[in-house]
């Protein structure tokens, strides 16, 4: 079993930052790729950002690409989303989750395990 903790949401005003932490523990996934995902009141969860578990390469929806950056820290077992330049529509609840090897990056099914979430709001 895999234990995913998000930390670091908040409020914010437009075109602020925030950096979103994912501390990783139990089956540890250093091994595994990784992603962020939210999801707004009434939507789908939609993919946000994907990293390889080297962290050689990077994922990212258009909607954030240029002002988030995801990484990793494999030694702390830990992934980072750091988001700057933000907008009330990137307000949602956002999960860290463990990719299962082989699977898609920007679909929730192929992710096996997820975090409880972090609230981020954005206000204009």
């Known amino acids: 079993q895999v234990q995913l903790v998000e930390s670091g949401g908040g409020l914010v005003q437009t075109g602020g930052s925030l950096r979103l932490s994912c501390a990783a523990s139990g089956r540890t996934s250093s091994s595994y790729a990784m992603g962020w995902f939210r999801q707004a009141p009434g939507k789908e969860r939609e993919f946000v950002a994907g990293i390889t578990w080297s962290g050689g390469r990077t994922y990212y929806a258009d909607s954030v690409k240029g002002r988030f950056t995801i990484s990793r820290d494999n030694a702390k077992n830990t992934v980072y989303l750091q988001m700057n330049s933000l907008k009330p529509e990137d307000t949602a609840v956002y999960y860290c989750?463990?990719?299962?090897?082989?699977?898609?990056?920007?679909?929730?099914?192929?992710?096996?395990?997820w975090g409880q979430g972090t609230q981020v709001t954005v206000s204009s």
């Open positions: 989750a463990q990719r299962r090897s082989g699977s898609t990056y920007d679909m929730p099914r192929g992710y096996e395990y």
